[in-house]
Structures are given as structure tokens and as C-alpha cells.
């Protein structure tokens, strides 16, 4: 069976190693050579090379040069796993089984951006692990394969990475045995019982002190490596931070964002809308002060 791959995050080179260990006949790997907006990035060409699979750099899918191409390479089935352009009608009719998508959400709901980040700003407790038959609309494809995967309070968003790869390998695995025996289970989603998650903007990323120590510390772990960081201003500046934790603290008297206590290790304890928060990275005890403000 002819396999073609698109990808260009970290989660598709999981998902591509995942798929060369099937002994699928990987025709053609369509890859970028850089990206400005994935902060994940990952070039699939190496993998390419090491496998003497062929492989493309492109920029836009949708281009006529690049259609041509997949057509050339007659594959029966299509993966497109972590890619962020929406590919037209024409390539999606191209292979006999179509092409195969993934969105980290339990679909219908959370369809759309960011579903990694959301869930756990949101401080959701589950999420899911979705593999779907891409049509022209977002998200909104015959699901294949689900698995739910459940969010800890001490997940971030490296950690849910993580999980959800681990689960997504097995279900990869799976849906290649379905191929094989040539046919796919299909589930058509009710649209109309789910939601659509907005683009994220940078502007979400800033922590209001005046919010709970809960939701900066949701953010926080929402927004840390491999994505950009939640950010405050310190003397005018933007500062990321990278990892607090919550601390009790029932003073009713003391304005939010207000430095509470510096430690000997470098942290800092910041007054929030509801209790505190003790910033553990970056160390900022030698740049800020007990008594300022955030």
C-alpha cells in the first residue's frame, strides 16, 4: 500500500517513525524546511534521508505544482499529521482511503486552535487522542480512532505532548491493520453537540495578577516549553515565566500583583486575585524587590 506523509512538528516525526516500523510503502514525505509560526517545529527531511524515503519541501500544500506531484505518487492513503494549512478538495480526493488527519481533542468538541493550550488554561481534566478522515472543513471529518486521555494538575503542555504521542502511536498502529484489511471504521460527528477553540493571541499569554493563583497557574503550565511562555512586565519589559506554584495565602488586605516575600533560592511570591503564586523559572530574587508591584 503507498503511503504519503505530511508533516512538520515534533508530533509528525513520532507519527512518520511510527508508520516506516509498519513497513508501509512510504512513497513521498512532504515536509518544510522552516517554519515561522510552529514553535514545535521539526524538518522531517532527515528521517527522509536516513530511510532513502523521497521527500519534498514545500511551502504552500495547495500550490498546483505540489498537487501535481501527489498525484504522481498514486498513494493509496494520505497521513497528514501536524500540519497547519487546510488542504483543498483536490488533494483530499486523490487517495483511495483518503487522507487521514489527527486533532488532540475529543471531537466534536474543542475543534479548532490550540486544543493543547485551551485544555489546560481551561483546567480540563480530560482531553482525547483523534485521528480523523480530513474533508474540506476543519475538524469536522469522519473520526476514525479516539482514545480519551486524561489531564493530571501537574501536566503541562511538554507533558500532554507526551502522553498524547504515546496514545497516538498505538492508535497509528491500529488504523494501519484497518488499512491493511481495506477498510476504515467511520464515524460521522454530530457538528452540531461541539464547540470551536479560537486562535490563540499573544495577548492571552499576559498574566493578570488579578486573576485566581489557579488560572495564572493553568496558564502558565499551558504556555511553558515547547511553547512560547506566559509572560508579566518587570520595569517595562516583558519577562516569560516558565513554572509556578500555588500558595495559600487568606490576607484579604493586600492587592493583587504585589511582591509578597523573596526567598534565599531566588523565588518570588506574588500576590494574586486569590491566594498566591511562587514564580520557580526564571529566579528573579536579584531583579525585583518585596513590596513592588507586578
Not at 499551558?222 to 516569560?240: I, R
Amino acid at each position: 500500500m503507498n503511503v504519503l506523509f505530511i508533516g512538520t512538528v515534533e508530533f509528525s516525526k513520532h507519527m512518520l517513525l511510527t508508520l516506516i516500523k509498519t513497513k508501509m510503502n512510504i512513497v513521498s514525505i512532504i515536509t518544510k524546511e522552516k517554519s515561522d509560526f510552529n514553535s514545535d517545529f521539526c524538518d522531517l527531511a532527515p528521517i527522509a534521508i536516513q530511510n532513502n524515503i523521497e521527500y519534498k519541501y514545500v511551502k504552500n500544500i495547495n500550490h498546483e505544482n505540489n498537487i501535481s506531484y501527489i498525484k504522481e505518487k498514486q498513494p493509496d492513503v494520505i497521513f497528514c499529521l501536524g500540519w497547519s494549512q487546510l488542504l483543498c478538495k483536490e488533494i483530499l480526493d486523490i487517495p483511495k482511503f483518503g487522507v487521514i488527519g489527527y486533532h488532540p481533542a475529543l471531537l466534536p468538541f474543542n475543534r479548532g486552535r490550540h486544543p493543547i493550550i485551551w485544555a489546560l488554561v481551561l483546567g480540563l481534566e480530560k482531553t482525547g487522542s483523534t485521528f480523523l478522515k480530513l474533508n474540506p472543513k476543519a475538524d469536522e471529518g469522519e473520526i476514525i480512532s479516539q482514545k480519551i486521555v486524561p489531564i493530571s494538575y501537574y501536566d503541562t503542555a511538554f507533558t500532554m505532548q507526551n502522553k498524547l504521542v504515546e496514545v497516538a502511536k498505538n492508535q497509528l498502529t491500529q488504523i494501519v491493520e484497518y488499512l491493511i484489511k481495506g477498510n476504515l471504521p467511520l464515524k460521522k460527528q454530530d457538528i452540531n453537540k461541539g464547540n470551536t477553540w479560537r486562535k490563540r493571541c499573544k495577548e492571552d499569554g499576559k498574566i493578570d495578577w488579578r486573576m485566581s493563583s489557579y488560572s495564572i497557574y493553568n496558564l502558565v503550565r499551558a504556555l511553558t516549553n515547547p511553547y512560547p511562555g506566559a509572560y508579566t512586565l518587570v520595569n517595562g519589559k516583558e519577562v516569560n515565566i516558565w513554572k509556578v506554584e500555588e500558595v495559600e495565602f487568606k490576607e484579604k488586605n493586600i492587592e493583587p500583583g504585589k511582591i509578597l516575600k523573596i526567598l534565599s533560592d531566588g523565588t518570588v511570591i506574588v500576590k494574586t486575585g486569590e491566594n498566591a503564586v511562587r514564580i520557580l523559572e526564571p529566579l528573579m530574587g536579584n531583579v525585583l524587590s518585596e513590596g513592588e508591584y507586578l
